[in-house]
Each structure stands twice: as C-alpha cells, then as structure tokens.
C-alpha cells in the first residue's frame, strides 16, 4: 500500500507539501498540486483519515447520543441523522446511554478524546452547567427531542403540551368521559410536558381526580403495570391518553389479557408515530411526531455549527398531528 512518502518522491515535492494539498490547508502553488494530484492517483495513495484528522482536527465524523436504541422511536430517528450526515460526507457513531447519566457523561469524555468533530444528544440528565462546558470547549452541539428547559445550544424537539391537548380532545370527540394518563418518567421534559398537556385539559371537568395519573417508564412493561393499576382504581375509566406509543402498546396488549375490549370499552391513544402502532389489531391512534424531520433538522444544525455557518442557538418545535386508527373508533 503506497505511502504519503511515496507520493512524495513520485510528486518530487517534500511529504509537508503533499500534507498540505490533501488537508487543503496553507498555500501550494498549481502546478505542484497538480503533480501532487497525479502521484495520489497512479499510486492510488488512500490517505488515512485518522492521520488527517489530527492534522485538520476534523473527521467528519458527528456522534449520536441516545437514550435508549430498544424504543423504535430512537432507531427511527437516528435512520434521518445517518440518511443526512452521509449526505454531507459525515459518519455517525451511534453511543446508546441506556438513560443512565454515568454513561452519558462518559460517553462525552471517551468523544472528546476521538476527534469527533461534533455531538448530537437526546438526554433526560443533561443539565444546563454541562451544556455550559461543552460550548467553553468549543464542541459543537446540538440538543434533540429530549432537552432540558433553557440551554445555549440549538434544540429540535415536538409540541408535546400541545399533543397532549390534541389526544384528550380526540379521546372526548369519541364520547370518552372519563379519560386516564399513563405518565412518562419525570425526570424528561417531553413526559412532562405531556403531563401538563393532559392535566390543562381534563382540570376542569368533574370527573377528574389525580388518581387517573398513572406512572410508566416510556417501556411496553411499564404500560402493563400501570393500566393494571389503573383499573384496580377506576374500573369505569373508558379512554387513555398514553405517554408514548411502547407504553400505549403494553396498555393495549394488557387489557385483551384482562378480557377488557379496545376501543368499545376503552379508547386508547399514543404519543410518538412510530410504525409499529400500524401493525396490532385494532391498528393504534397516535399523536405523531415528524420523527424524520427532527433528526434531519438536527443534524443539518449541527454540521452547519461544525463548518461555522450556523444561526443563533434557539428551540425549533415541530407541530405534532392527530393519527386516528382503530383503537379510538367507536361506532
Ligand atoms: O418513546 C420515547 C419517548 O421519549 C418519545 O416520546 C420521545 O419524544 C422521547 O422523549
């Protein structure tokens, strides 16, 4: 395998001049590139991108921080940030953090060290202070789905108080009067969000009471459990609104366990869009993210902040939509 020295004494110009022409930086006049160019291609000279990377300390190379790689949702998301980094000439290392904040801040620690060029993250622990850190290192960074309240870097995330409004609103055009939450983890801004979506709709009607608020961990088994309890508590409740589309999943696969009919006794909801609602029977009612588009947004941001052209850092949200299926048509 030919050698950057071979080029060189092919090109008869010195290895810091071959250097120079293929990391494009510092001036060499034509005629020597030329040469310089000829050389690479007759020895078919491939130079080594770790090698070019520290000389321009860049790899095109972005790392993707998620959450959890078992939610559909996350997979379908890094499918658009693969799709358009590899558009740009950028690959993606994928760090899954298991939720767990230790494995996050390793993960950055490990990427800092690797000449990644810049970081995407989806994270429930991230707090403003590490945002701080990372824009003081100067790495580029932006913030997807999951974010915290106000931080100094771009975020592209989804209406989750609006969506949660939609999906009630749904659930009573069907006729539901007594509708039901199955709450994500408190610690991540979307569930809450979507908490106080569900909660700013239903506060006003009688029928409400904080025991219709059940706890799920955004998992099939944790909608299980909590619309297990649920009916221990309401056995009259006839529509829920889950947090996400995996919890909706466990609630709808629990309740046929149960001998309880969907949507003739309970109209169910999710929240996500993810392709896996299409396929159970009755197909399942969603509040839809635009999975795809948040992850192109996002990585668009980020190689713009990477080549320095990026705008301001600000929140991007996308509208959420109403998908009506099966499971919330009562005739
Ligand atoms: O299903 C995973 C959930 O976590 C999604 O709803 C997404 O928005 C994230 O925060």
Known sequence: ???????????GVSVATVSRVINKNGYVNDGTKVKVDEAIRKLQYEPNAMARGLATRKTETIA??????????F??????VEDVARTYGYTVILCNSDSEANKEKEYIHILKQRYID?????SHSLKAEDVELMNKENIPFVVLDRAPVQVDCPVVRSKNFEGAQIAVQHLLDVGCSKIAHIYGPQEIATARERL????????????FTPSLLVEGDFSIEGGKRAVELLMSRHP?????????????????????????????????CGFDGIHLT????????????PIYDIGML???LLIKKIEGTSENNRVHEFDVRLIPRGSTERK
């Open 196 to 207: 106080m979506g569900y909660e700013d709709s239903v506060k006003h009607f009688d029928w």
């Open 64 to 73: 993707l921080i998620l959450p959890d790689i078992s939610n559909p949702f």
């Open 298 to 300: 996002a990585t668009r």
């Open 75 to 80: 997979p379908e998301l890094a499918r658009a």
């Open 118 to 122: 810049g970081i995407l993250f989806s």
């Open 278 to 289: 299409t396929i159970t029977e009755p197909e399942m009612t969603t509040i839809a993210q």
């Open 236 to 268: 009259d409740v006839d529509g829920i609104f889950a947090g996400n589309d995996l919890m909706a999943l466990g609630v709808m696969k629990k309740l046929h366990q149960m001998g309880i009919r969907v949507p003739d006794q309970i109209a169910l």
């Open 1 to 11: 395998m030919a050698t950057i020295k071979d080029v060189a004494k092919l090109a």
